[in-house]
């Protein structure tokens, strides 16, 4: 499976766009990227997925390059209840029936 | 999207005890999974429940210590047994729709366990 990195932390002020960068270089030809968010005391929850270009969804936009070999989770305008753990995730396109592999995620912490 | 509830939310145990933490799903899933989250720290996978089958475990887990039924497809029970402080961690049960193509797995809100 890929490893991803991502930033430990970010921060942000409020009515901010964030993007998180995932770097995945050895990502193969058949997998799919994936963005899980979890709160405090709650288990993760799926944001977006996609395998190439930009896709965008009520939540978030990922944007993937043409190498794939990276992409970017934005949020516009943040507020104070997206302060999370983001969880960059690539494998399988079928990633609801296959053991998703976490990496470190990044804490993103939202300032008024 | 399914609803999971995850039996008890938290506990404080002796160690040495064994504790049976319960996943219930409200509707019939292919795939259910059991994952650990150590104070801070991201997820790690323990195990694949197997409906009908023994669960298939991830380097490191061994039936002995985290023994998992999954009698049907809504119910997985995941025991931690003779547990010490080291075991103190979030216990989440995950599930799979079974829907070929990009469903998203679903989390519970996890099992908080303290072992003192």
């Known amino acids: 499976l890929a490893k991803t990195t991502q930033p430990i932390s970010m921060d942000s002020y409020e009515g901010q766009e964030v993007n998180i960068t995932c770097s995945h270089n050895?990502?193969?030809?058949?997998?799919?990227i994936t963005w899980y968010q979890q709160f405090p005391s709650q288990g993760p929850r799926f944001i977006i997925q996609?395998?190439?270009t930009k896709v965008t969804n009520e939540v978030a936009s990922l944007f993937i390059p043409a190498d794939r070999k990276s992409s970017t989770l934005s949020l516009p305008r943040v507020s104070l209840s997206d302060t999370a753990v983001y969880y960059c995730?690539?494998?399988?396109?079928?990633?609801?029936?296959?053991?998703?592999?976490f990496g470190k995620g990044t804490r993103l912490s939202v300032i008024a | 999207s399914a609803v999971i509830s995850q039996k008890p939310s938290r506990d404080i145990c002796q160690r040495g005890t064994s504790l049976t933490i319960q996943c219930q799903v409200d509707?019939?899933?292919?795939?259910m999974f059991w994952y650990r989250q150590q104070p801070g720290q991201s997820l790690t996978l323990i195990a694949t429940?197997?409906?009908?089958?023994?669960?298939?475990?991830e380097s490191g887990f061994v039936i002995d210590k985290f023994p998992i039924s999954r009698p049907n497809l809504t119910f997985s029970t995941l025991t931690v047994s003779n547990m010490s402080p080291e075991d103190s961690s979030i216990y989440l049960c995950?599930?799979?729709?079974?829907?070929?193509?990009?469903?998203?797995?679903?989390f519970g809100d996890g099992t908080r366990l303290s072992i003192l």
């Open positions: 995730l690539v494998g399988s396109r079928n990633s609801g029936n296959t053991p998703l592999v």
């Open positions: 996609g395998y190439k």
């Open positions: 050895n990502i193969a030809t058949n997998d799919y």
């Open positions: 509707s019939q899933v292919t795939m």
């Open positions: 429940a197997n409906q009908g089958s023994e669960a298939t475990y």
């Open positions: 995950s599930v799979g729709q079974g829907v070929p193509g990009n469903q998203p797995q679903h």
